[in-house]
């Protein structure tokens, strides 16, 4: 199996910056997405990372690092509807199925 | 609109019967999957289907049985052997390996 680890739960003040790790130790590591949850919600897909380095998409940026089994989730400018669950996940070569972490409880307070 | 559809969105069921739960996609997505979610806790595989009339058990199938008889559909069954049932079920669907998961709106199943 995979061993998929982040932070239980954070923490972080309107308009600041949070950042949510994910480290992984698998064999036939082919990517990582990060998904959203809401409260009693399904997920909803962020990013994917493939390659080495961060990929940027308005407020959100994700970061892999393959050598190191590693990914970050950058949130900027939090707002109070960021308050939300997020979830990396990992990707196997020739395989269908994602492995999700437990989730990060991200919580924005004004 | 193209979407992955689960019904109902909350489940009661008494203790010892056997419960099903829909998942509808008109995606024309070849795969999909079944999660279940506790709190606290992420998502954990019950079962996923690559293409028509085949299926894999995941890390969690025991107690669980699904069908795949048409592209679009891939009910899961909770039995009455599956000790701990109450949960939050989340259904997906894939265009194929590595794709992003589309999710349906998740049900809510509690045993009583």
């Known amino acids: 199996g995979q061993n998929i680890d982040q932070p239980t739960e954070m923490t972080a003040t309107e308009g600041a910056i949070v950042q949510i790790n994910c480290t992984y130790q698998t064999s036939g590591f082919n990517g990582l997405f990060w998904y959203q949850q809401h409260a009693g919600e399904a997920p909803t897909f962020l990013s994917y990372n493939v390659l080495d380095g961060l990929e940027e998409k308005g407020r959100f940026s994700s970061f892999l690092s393959r050598s190191k089994g590693y990914s970050y989730l950058l949130l900027k400018e939090l707002q109070m509807k960021d308050s939300a669950s997020y979830l990396c996940?990992?990707?196997?070569?020739?395989?269908?199925?994602?492995?999700f972490g437990a989730g990060t409880t991200v919580t924005v307070r004004a | 609109d193209g979407g992955i559809t689960q019904s109902p969105k909350y489940l009661f069921r008494k203790e010892g019967q056997n419960v099903t739960l829909s998942c509808e996609q008109n995606l024309n997505h070849d795969a999909m999957y079944w999660y279940r979610q506790d709190p606290g806790q992420g998502l954990r595989l019950i079962y996923y289907s690559q293409i028509v009339n085949d299926f894999q058990k995941g890390d969690i199938a025991e107690g669980y049985s699904v069908s795949r008889e048409k592209k679009e559909s891939f009910p899961l069954t909770v039995t009455s052997a599956q000790k701990n049932p109450t949960a939050f079920y989340l259904c997906?669907?894939?265009?194929?390996?590595?794709?992003?998961?589309?999710f349906g709106s998740g049900t809510r199943l509690t045993v009583v």
């Open positions: 997906a669907s894939s265009i194929d390996r590595a794709a992003s998961y589309t």
């Open positions: 996940a990992v990707s196997l070569r020739n395989d269908y199925k994602l492995s």
